[in-house]
């Protein structure tokens, strides 16, 4: 009830949102990845707002965005090889690194733990932003917690109208996806997050990088947490239809029925039909109509957001290849997923 109402603009102009962050208030930010809910990193009431605005339990840290590397120097106290040769590889880009935080990163925004995330985005008007300002900006993305990231300035207004004062407008996100995380904890080198960057691609790199078991109730990202993206519509895996039919789905006037690629279609839609939902139900969303993951990362979220849109009760949805950035994909359908209780 005693929230901040704000008049909320969606614009372009870089010197508003910089007054803004000065004044130690929000701005969702674009970035490659998904759009970014921002504030003064250093600054622990902007860091709160950043909390209430998205209504995130405090046990969930958060990233700081830089826009050069002498500003990653001052937030980490020691920058290992192999971390480097990652930075060097894919930053400005979709890679966050967590490393040892020096005394100067707030406890809030790493949750208590002795090490910070920090990632260097890959967009043109975000890193003048950043390259304008004296302080790390952080930015979990700019949805309230536990629904699908934006990657349109539009998607942060439909859901944080009110709450901030400005969208500074980029465009569509390039990737669609969230940052791939990794951590750098001693000698161990584990990616704790899927995302815009396929394992495959960290591990030309650094070949000694696993993939970090994913506990649920106390992760070291708890991004992995089960239900993170969940969308309003109930979202089930194909295969869950064809070995039963525990869903009642026959009773519903549309579903929703969302293909990695094309080539699926005739046989999901022919099992469907078997199973005894009739075509003429079926709304038909195709992630890419090619099967090309990069495409399909990119209308991941726009897709999942749609589905809400079109006010559809259930969504079936078949995985993505099991590689590359099929991968981060299956990995939040998975979190996407509806589970009967
Ligand atoms: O692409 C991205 O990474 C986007 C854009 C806006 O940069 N940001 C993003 O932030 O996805 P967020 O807060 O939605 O997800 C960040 C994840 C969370 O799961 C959080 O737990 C993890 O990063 N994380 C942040 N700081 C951490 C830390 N110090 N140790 C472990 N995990 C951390
Ligand atoms: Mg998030």
Known sequence: MNDPHFNTEIGCDLSRAIEILNEGNLVAIPTETVYGLAGNGLNESSILKIFEAKNRPFFDPLILHIGNLEMLHELVSNIPES??????????????????????????????????AVRMPKHELTLQLLNSISYPLAAPSANPFKYVSPTTAMHVYQQLQGKIPYILNGGDCKIGIESTIVSF?????????????????????????????????HPVAPGQLKHHYAPGCKLIPFENILIGDNYELQNFEKIGVVLFESAQKSETES????????????????????????????????????????????????????????LAINDRLKKAQYLPI
């Open 83 to 116: 971390c480097n040769r990652l930075i060097q590889k894919f930053w400005p880009g979709p890679l966050t690194v967590i490393l040892p935080k020096k005394d100067i990163v707030p406890d809030l925004i790493t949750s208590g733990s002795d090490y910070v």
């Open 185 to 217: 904890m001693g000698d161990a080198v584990k990616i704790q997050r899927l995302g815009g960057i396929a394992i495959e691609e960290i591990r030309k790199e650094l070949p000694e990088a696993i993939l970090a078991n994913q506990p649920e109730e």
């Open 271 to 326: 099992k469907l039909i078997n199973k005894g939902i009739s075509w003429n139900c079926i709304q038909w969303f195709v992630l890419s109509e090619s099967g090309n993951s990069v495409e399909a990362t990119q209308n991941l979220f726009s897709t999942l957001r749609k589905l809400d849109n079109e006010q559809l009760p259930w969504a079936i949805f078949r995985w993505a290849p099991e590689k590359e950035l099929g």
